[in-house]
């Protein structure tokens, strides 16, 4: 007994000693510069032979630690991408430490860059900026096109994997929102040196760990040249254009700033060369305005489908916009500002088909004509984004004009002028505590006032129309939830109160004799509706389950223009998504839901839309049913440079009404008959992206599916509607000599219109697109560009086109490039394209931009 005792005390005693030489290697992983803490570092102990004894990863603060026997001889290894590697000797060093780490992409070694153009950490991708960009490129948005996983749309959103992204970031700082177009558009990929996409973002750090997130966030971590200073470039370019003859000019100056607690965009751009700049102040992260206004007025001027705008865009457009984002203690202030303007004209010949039983109605017409477009919008934004509380308070204003002057000749010849403007303010409130680390309290308010008047006047050889719309709306949406999670589930409550007010007054004096019906609405549509969404979520190792329970009961005025109604609504939503490992997500949705109409289509009396269309709202209120099934899958092999995704969709709608449509002579009558509508649409999408490493280069093929059905009339009979289209595209670019690199897309599209089971021809278009571009000396650059498109205009009737473009530039310096460009060289003037709608075919031939000669000069800082 005396022995086991004396053993056990041995034991004891060795235990103590051996905890307690014990050493607790600690500290904290900042940045160079702004001293921001890192997380996601990786941290590495190693002893005196280099062997690998403990390693870590820093917390959400920066923070690690680690425990050792010993560290007598030994380093710690802190490591993180985007930043350079530091080795740390723990020989006779004090904790906590302080690490700095210094953001580098240059630091790394030629052969690493080439060797992992896209690198991972967890649930973090990196796109080295410099292994995917060309000689050629301007701007970070050109480079984003080739990065496999990432889709950049001709409106410049950005997707990954299939999904849009929900924010982007420049070094961690959501300074743009949603008009990330400025950054993608007006930042040198020079000074960019990689591109972060961190897949399942949670924007709030509040709902870190309690909310699920299947989208990812865009991060752009600049060169260190382009931090913690002013950056500019400018550009200047004047020429002449052969059709229309006269002057061309394009300009562009682009100011940024990144400092540690204040960043700035602003940018000025005008040109009339047919560049575009909606993409460059669109908001992709808006929110839907809970007005809910949209235009009864519907004209505009024509536009071309497949077919780049620079083609076919007689414009004068001006964009300036500043914005910036101050940070102060906790929170951060931001603010967005942008003025547009652009003046459109147009120029388009026309024929529209009415397929009708008793025989095709066919239309002709001859259309030119202006539009200027002004727009002015702020956007005032105070966040908080901590770990147990968020805050964010954003107050935004829009004003808009569109103005639209068209002039038609041919079957029924006319003038139109419209004057659409649009006043919109609204504050949107949120305010999230979190308590304990489990439990949520949040309160959210939104407010928002709109106003949409339309005026259209019409002239016609023997009548002239007048037509004022005034149509305004309040909103408002205040509620309070609360959650709890346990264990990986997360239940809450989210009630609240809305109400909503709207008037809508309409007079049309003077209409052609043949049509029937009122021409004077007036219209308030009113609601209260009280609302409760229980909501469960459960996250289980890899699968995460989100259930939606939203219930609502609504009272519905509308002042004796037709009855008051009570109704309740209930709309279950599920969510499944599987994330096996780091490479493969799948996901499941399903919902079934009752909803009420479109409160815009009450109005009993005709709207005039254009010069021969008008539409009859409803007197009746309806409610619509929907079901919707839909299954989506990402994977991503990074080391591969493997992307792919894919996404198919089925839905089902039932509606209490049909949509109708009446001939009168030259004029189309539409309105909704009292006829139940089944409507089905199965969508599907695909996307496969790899790495070429062989030629420094990058591929994509996608595809897109759709076929709808719906019921109408036309002409009092019934009328089937099934239409159908397809697309498939690929993607190649590279660089496989050092003094050339490539680019080439293909895109195939066909669609057909099926009615009463008799079906159209198939039409076709196709567009082929090269571009060459040759270094033979570091100072000179020579591209030469080719796009055919070969539309169909009826069976075997087909339209070609060929343009031809070419660039030469010269750079005596870093910081000054010279360029000749030589665009439509084959003086293409024309362009033809037909598409069907549900009732109708729509034939165009469109004017060209001609051939065009302009000299540029851009100066870099």
Same mark, same amino acid.
Request: aromatic share 10%.
């Given at each position: 007994?005396?022995?086991?005792?004396?053993?056990?005390?041995?034991?004891?005693?060795?235990?103590?000693?051996?905890?307690?030489? !014990?050493?607790?290697?600690?500290?904290?992983?900042? %940045?160079? @510069?702004?001293?921001?803490?890192?997380?996601?570092?990786?941290?590495?102990?190693?002893?005196?032979?280099?062997?690998?004894?403990?390693?870590?990863?820093?917390?959400?603060?920066?923070?690690?630690?680690?425990?050792?026997?010993?560290?007598?001889?030994?380093?710690?290894?802190?490591?993180?991408?985007?930043?350079?590697?530091?080795?740390?000797?723990?020989?006779?060093?004090?904790?906590?430490?302080?690490?700095?780490? %210094?953001?580098?992409?240059?630091?790394?070694?030629?052969?690493?860059?080439?060797?992992?153009?896209?690198?991972?950490?967890?649930?973090?991708?990196?796109?080295?900026?410099?292994?995917?960009?060309?000689? !050629?490129?301007?701007?970070?948005?050109?480079?984003?096109?080739?990065?496999?996983?990432? +889709?950049?749309?001709?409106?410049?959103?950005?997707?990954?994997?299939?999904?849009?992204?929900?924010?982007?970031?420049?070094?961690?700082?959501?300074?743009?929102?949603?008009?990330?177009?400025?950054?993608?558009?007006?930042?040198?990929?020079?000074?960019?040196?990689?591109?972060?996409?961190?897949?399942?973002?949670?924007?709030? !750090?509040?709902?870190?760990?309690?909310?699920?997130?299947?989208?990812?966030?865009?991060?752009?971590?600049?060169?260190?040249?382009?931090?913690?200073?002013?950056?500019?470039?400018?550009?200047?370019?004047?020429?002449?254009?052969?059709?229309?003859?006269?002057?061309?000019?394009?300009?562009?100056?682009?100011?940024?700033?990144?400092?540690?607690?204040?960043?700035?965009?602003?940018?000025?751009?005008?040109?009339?060369?047919?560049?575009?700049?909606?993409?460059?102040?669109?908001?992709?992260?808006?929110?839907?305005? @809970?007005? $809910?206004?949209?235009?009864?007025?519907?004209?505009?001027?024509?536009?071309?489908? /497949?077919?780049?705008?620079?083609?076919?865009?007689?414009?004068?457009?001006?964009?300036?916009?500043?914005?910036?984002?101050?940070?102060? $203690?906790?929170?951060?202030?931001?603010?967005?500002?942008?003025?547009?303007?652009?003046?459109?004209?147009? +120029?388009? =010949?026309?024929?529209?088909?009415?397929?009708?039983?008793?025989?095709?109605?066919?239309?002709?017409?001859?259309?030119?004509?202006?539009?200027?477009?002004?727009?002015?919008?702020?956007?005032?934004?105070?966040?908080?984004?901590?770990?147990?509380?968020?805050?964010?308070?954003?107050?935004?204003?829009?004003?808009?004009?569109?103005?639209? +002057?068209?002039?038609?000749?041919?079957?029924?010849?006319?003038?139109?002028?419209?004057?659409?403007?649009?006043?919109?303010?609204?504050?949107?409130?949120?305010?999230?505590?979190?308590?304990?680390?489990?439990?949520?309290?949040?309160?959210?308010?939104?407010?928002?006032?709109?106003?949409?008047?339309?005026?259209?006047?019409?002239?016609?050889?023997?009548?002239?129309?007048?037509?004022?719309?005034?149509?305004?709306?309040?909103?408002?949406?205040?509620?309070?939830?609360?959650?709890?999670?346990?264990?990986?589930? =997360?239940?809450?409550?989210?009630?609240?109160?809305?109400?909503?007010?709207?008037?809508?007054?309409?007079?049309?004096? +003077?209409?052609?004799?043949?049509?029937?019906?009122?021409?004077?609405?007036?219209?308030?549509?009113?609601?209260?509706?009280?609302?409760?969404?229980?909501?469960?979520?459960?996250?289980?190792?890899?699968?995460?389950?989100?259930?939606?329970?939203?219930?609502?009961?609504?009272?519905?005025?509308?002042?004796?223009?037709?009855?008051?109604?009570?109704?309740?609504?209930?709309?279950?939503?599920?969510?499944?998504?599987?994330?096996?490992?780091?490479?493969?997500? @799948?996901?499941?949705?399903?919902?079934?839901?009752?909803?009420?109409?479109?409160?815009?289509?009450?109005?009993?009396?005709?709207?005039?839309?254009?010069?021969?269309?008008?539409?009859?709202?409803?007197?009746?209120?309806?409610? /619509?049913?929907?079901?919707?099934?839909?299954?989506?899958?990402?994977?991503?092999?990074?080391?591969?440079?493997?992307?792919?995704?894919?996404?198919?969709?089925?839905?089902?709608?039932?509606?209490?009404?049909?949509?109708?449509?009446?001939?009168? $002579?030259?004029?189309?009558?539409?309105?909704?008959?009292?006829?139940?509508?089944?409507?089905?649409?199965?969508?599907?999408?695909?996307?496969?992206?790899?790495?070429?490493?062989?030629?420094?280069? /990058?591929?994509?093929?996608?595809?897109?599916?759709?076929?709808?059905?719906?019921?109408?009339?036309?002409?009092?009979?019934?009328?089937?509607?099934?239409?159908?289209?397809?697309?498939?595209?690929?993607?190649?670019?590279?660089?496989?000599?050092?003094?050339?690199?490539?680019?080439?897309?293909?895109?195939?599209?066909?669609?057909?219109?099926?009615?009463?089971?008799?079906?159209?021809?198939?039409?076709?278009?196709?567009?082929?697109?090269?571009?060459?571009?040759?270094?033979?000396?570091?100072?000179?650059?020579?591209?030469?560009?080719?796009?055919?498109?070969?539309?169909?205009?009826?069976?075997?009737?087909?339209?070609?086109?060929?343009?031809?473009?070419?660039?030469?530039?010269?750079?005596?310096?870093?910081?000054?490039?010279?360029?000749?460009?030589?665009?439509?060289?084959?003086?293409?003037?024309?362009?033809?394209?037909?598409?069907?709608?549900?009732?109708?075919?729509?034939?165009?031939?469109?004017?060209?931009?001609?051939?065009?000669?302009?000299?540029?000069? =851009?100066?870099?800082?």
């Amino acid at each position: 007994m005396l022995l086991r005792y004396v053993i056990s005390i041995m034991i004891y005693v060795l235990t103590t000693l051996a905890c307690g030489a !014990q050493v607790s290697v600690t500290g904290v992983v900042v %940045e160079q @510069g702004s001293g921001d803490a890192l997380a996601g570092a990786s941290v590495v102990l190693r002893d005196d032979a280099g062997k690998i004894r403990k390693y870590g990863t820093t917390d959400a603060d920066g923070k690690f630690a680690l425990q050792a026997t010993s560290t007598t001889g030994w380093t710690l290894d802190v490591s993180m991408m985007s930043f350079a590697k530091q080795a740390v000797a723990l020989d006779s060093v004090r904790y906590p430490l302080t690490v700095v780490l %210094e953001p580098s992409a240059t630091l790394l070694k030629e052969v690493a860059v080439k060797a992992d153009r896209i690198r991972e950490q967890g649930d973090t991708v990196s796109y080295n900026v410099s292994s995917f960009a060309q000689a !050629q490129d301007r701007s970070i948005g050109d480079v984003l096109r080739r990065m496999p996983g990432i +889709d950049v749309a001709d409106n410049g959103k950005i997707k990954y994997q299939g999904e849009d992204i929900n924010k982007f970031y420049i070094e961690g700082s959501d300074m743009l929102g949603g008009k990330y177009g400025i950054a993608t558009n007006g930042i040198s990929h020079d000074d960019v040196g990689a591109v972060e996409v961190m897949e399942n973002h949670q924007p709030m !750090q509040v709902l870190s760990g309690i909310s699920f997130s299947d989208k990812a966030a865009i991060n752009l971590k600049l060169k260190n040249k382009a931090k913690a200073t002013w950056t500019f470039h400018g550009d200047a370019a004047a020429g002449y254009m052969a059709d229309p003859a006269g002057a061309v000019w394009d300009s562009e100056l682009f100011a940024m700033a990144v400092m540690p607690s204040f960043q700035n965009i602003t940018t000025f751009r005008a040109n009339n060369t047919g560049e575009d700049l909606s993409p460059s102040h669109t908001d992709f992260f808006a929110e839907r305005r @809970g007005t $809910g206004l949209s235009r009864y007025v519907g004209i505009g001027l024509p536009g071309v489908p /497949s077919l780049d705008s620079r083609r076919t865009l007689f414009n004068r457009s001006f964009l300036v916009s500043t914005n910036s984002l101050w940070k102060f $203690g906790r929170g951060e202030l931001k603010a967005n500002i942008d003025y547009s303007y652009n003046r459109v004209t147009a +120029d388009a =010949t026309n024929v529209t088909t009415y397929f009708i039983d008793d025989g095709d109605r066919i239309i002709t017409e001859r259309r030119n004509g202006t539009e200027h477009t002004h727009s002015l919008a702020g956007k005032f934004t105070y966040e908080l984004n901590g770990k147990t509380s968020f805050i964010n308070n954003t107050l935004r204003a829009d004003i808009d004009w569109d103005d639209v +002057d068209l002039r038609t000749a041919g079957t029924l010849p006319n003038s139109q002028s419209a004057a659409l403007p649009d006043y919109y303010v609204g504050n949107r409130f949120r305010m999230i505590q979190r308590f304990n680390g489990r439990h949520l309290v949040t309160f959210k308010s939104v407010n928002e006032w709109e106003s949409l008047p339309q005026t259209l006047a019409v002239g016609m050889d023997a009548a002239a129309f007048r037509q004022h719309i005034s149509d305004h709306a309040f909103f408002t949406d205040e509620s309070a939830a609360y959650a709890f999670n346990i264990s990986g589930i =997360t239940l809450s409550l989210e009630g609240g109160i809305k109400a909503y007010l709207r008037t809508m007054n309409s007079q049309l004096p +003077d209409i052609p004799a043949e049509l029937p019906g009122l021409t004077e609405n007036v219209v308030n549509t009113d609601y209260v509706t009280v609302y409760a969404i229980p909501k469960l979520e459960y996250r289980l190792r890899r699968v995460n389950l989100t259930l939606n329970l939203p219930l609502s009961y609504a009272h519905y005025s509308f002042d004796k223009a037709i009855a008051d109604r009570d109704e309740g609504y209930f709309s279950p939503a599920l969510d499944l998504n599987w994330k096996p490992d780091n490479r493969f997500s @799948g996901t499941l949705r399903g919902g079934i839901g009752r909803s009420p109409m479109n409160l815009n289509l009450i109005h009993p009396a005709l709207v005039l839309t254009d010069y021969r269309t008008l539409k009859e709202g409803t007197d009746r209120f309806y409610n /619509s049913s929907s079901r919707n099934i839909s299954a989506a899958f990402s994977y991503r092999h990074t080391r591969r440079g493997l992307f792919a995704n894919g996404m198919v969709m089925q839905s089902w709608t039932r509606l209490p009404y049909t949509m109708s449509q009446q001939l009168y $002579g030259d004029y189309a009558v539409y309105s909704y008959a009292d006829a139940r509508n089944d409507s089905r649409m199965l969508m599907a999408t695909g996307s496969v992206s790899k790495t070429l490493n062989f030629m420094r280069g /990058s591929c994509n093929l996608n595809g897109t599916f759709n076929r709808n059905s719906s019921h109408m009339f036309s002409q009092s009979q019934a009328v089937d509607a099934l239409s159908t289209a397809w697309s498939a595209g690929v993607k190649v670019s590279g660089t496989p000599l050092r003094f050339f690199n490539f680019g080439y897309e293909l895109r195939y599209a066909a669609s057909r219109l099926s009615m009463n089971g008799a079906s159209q021809a198939w039409l076709s278009s196709m567009k082929n697109e090269l571009k060459l571009t040759f270094t033979p000396h570091p100072k000179w650059q020579w591209t030469v560009s080719g796009e055919h498109y070969r539309n169909q205009l009826a069976e075997n009737h087909y339209k070609n086109v060929l343009m031809l473009d070419t660039r030469l530039t010269y750079r005596p310096g870093k910081r000054v490039e010279l360029g000749a460009d030589l665009s439509n060289i084959l003086n293409r003037s024309s362009y033809n394209y037909t598409v069907y709608s549900q009732l109708s075919s729509f034939e165009s031939q469109r004017s060209l931009r001609g051939r065009q000669l302009l000299f540029s000069i =851009t100066v870099k800082k």
